[in-house]
């Protein structure tokens, strides 16, 4: 797809700015109260995260549920604002942003969601969705444009003309990812995206971002529960537990020798076909020794 | 030995629509089977079928049989069939939430799976039969108190086990039990599956989409893909040495271990139900599809090794 290589990012430089760089981000919601007489309870979901995401890198984001790392997400897309601490996307401090002043975040950093069926409007025809992220920024929105990106995510031209009900999971996941790559980001972050496909698909989508991600020089924000995943798809990772990141670092380096319990826990969870076939049973899931058979 | 469920040539269909044809599957007392493939495989419709619970206007035809009942399942009327089912028979669904019933307190639920099937001679000793459950699937006994609502996904998954496993069924169906939990929740809930069958010596029959999973639960596997079963044998045979070119893919594309940047695919996606093509039906998605897949493959092998392909992998190594 020779057309929509189009912006030549920022050289890997090592001095260059990080694309999205978290100090000490909190925060803090409040339940609904539950007596009269007593505050309302608090969740805590961020307790200090600290995190740098380099440009062009790919970088995944583990954890369990519950563990903040949706909310995490969200506070780095700007849907959420931190309670406390800093945000700050290619440079620019978003965490006190007003909504008109995020122009250059709504171009420049994409989402693709965990299930496309909720995340694609039913009633819009596929090529009205792809091109509605160009629509709100008002950047003209030809039909050559809706073709490129509809080829560059493996569908047929005529795709367009359909609906979002006429395609199966994984095709699906391709036209939000299109409509990710609508306005050229730089920034992709992907909540989940293979969660919800058959294995058989799952490869292609994970095939597919991964080549998009090359060609097109993104940087990957991954978020994802299934360690496995992350580690085929990113260089680095972070893996969250209660609100806080307990562990980054090279994500071959965090499967093969994980140092903080937590992630030796997680790490000893995944059954893997390898393990199972050398004679691993459920009890060895549940060892809480660090080194994986 | 006889099998504990033995299943002859089960086919669901939908009005005109097949979705499960002539499948086969026995398994034999203290077994650990698995059902593998993807949505729209026929999986759970099989486990339903032979649990008598397909929805309206889905029927099964063939035979099923089950150890300690005298009658067919298929086709048996509720009254019999409700009888069966929580005693003979036992079944974990993927979503406990939906399994449990919100408005009662789950060491009732517990005792009521047990009074109802009279395993136990009173109101007495289920309770204390519960509480033992419960501490069986590592739950305090505080918990018997506890309404579905009030408990994490985990936990009431192991609520569900334990009122699956209150009347030493032979057979427990488990179907995507752990697909909801997180891992290090699955992993116990795993634990707490094999332990419970292998103490009361039932059979289990396990239905996942995850290989590893299944490699890591069961000792021999059926892989099934349109409605049919296209591979089956000892976990260890099939998934080091596929011979059925969907096991052979499907092993390809879920091996995230591998070194290389871009993972193996299998072209194109699962069709919708019914819409498989006829002869074998993963000939649309197969590189080494010809014109005599148009034609059914016959089954290779013995009833429980074997695999039905034209052009089967190549064996390598034979053990």
Known sequence: ?293 | MSDVLSVRGLTVTVRDKTLVSDVDLTVGPGERVGLIGESGSGKSLTALSVLGLLPEDVVAAGSVQLTGVDHELIGADERRMSRVRGRHLAMVFQEPMTALNPTMRVGDQIAEAMLIHRTVPGRRAARAAAVELLGRVQLPRETMRAYPHQLSGGQRQRIVLALALANDPALLICDEPTTALDVTVQALVLDLIVKGVVARSSALLFITHDLAVVATVCERVLVMYGGRVVESGPVEEVFTRPRHRYTEGLLAASDLETNERRLTTIPGNVPPAGQFPSGCVFRNRCRHATDVCSTAPSWTGTASTGFACHHPAEVTTHA
Do not use: W
């Open chain 1, 1 to 293: 797809m020779p057309e929509i290589r189009e912006h030549i990012p920022a050289a890997h430089q090592p001095d260059a700015e990080p694309a999205i760089k978290l100090i000490d981000v909190v925060r803090n919601y409040t339940r609904p109260r539950t007596s009269l007489l007593r505050s309302a309870p608090a969740v805590h979901a961020l307790r200090g995260v600290n995190l740098e995401v380099k440009q062009g890198e790919r970088f995944g984001i583990v954890g369990e549920s519950g563990c903040g790392k949706s909310t995490l997400l969200r506070i780095i897309a700007a849907l959420d604002r931190a309670s406390s601490g800093h945000v700050i996307v290619e440079g620019t401090d978003i965490t006190h942003l007003p909504e008109r002043r995020l122009r250059f975040l709504r171009e420049n950093l994409q989402l693709v969601f965990q299930d496309p069926m909720s995340s694609l409007d039913p009633r819009m025809r596929v090529r009205d969705i792809i091109a509605e992220p160009l629509v709100v920024q008002g950047h003209p929105a030809s039909g050559q444009r809706v073709r490129e990106l509809l080829e560059a995510v493996g569908l047929s031209a005529d795709a367009g003309d359909r609906y979002p009900h006429q395609f199966s999971g994984g095709q699906r996941q391709r036209i939000s990812i299109a409509r990710a790559l609508a306005p050229r980001p730089r920034i992709l972050v992907a909540d989940e995206p293979v969660s919800a496909l058959d294995v058989s698909v799952r490869a292609q989508v994970l095939n597919l971002i991964s080549d998009l991600v090359d060609e097109l020089n993104l940087t990957l924000v991954f978020v994802s529960h299934d360690l496995s995943v992350v580690k085929h798809v990113c260089d680095r990772v972070a893996v969250m537990n209660a609100g806080q990141i307990v562990e980054t670092g090279y994500t071959g380096d965090v499967y093969a020798a994980p140092q903080h319990p937590y992630t030796q826990r997680l790490v000893s969870a995944i059954p893997t076909l390898h393990r199972a076939l050398s004679g691993a049973t459920t009890t060895d899931l549940l060892a809480t020794k660090g080194e994986p058979a």
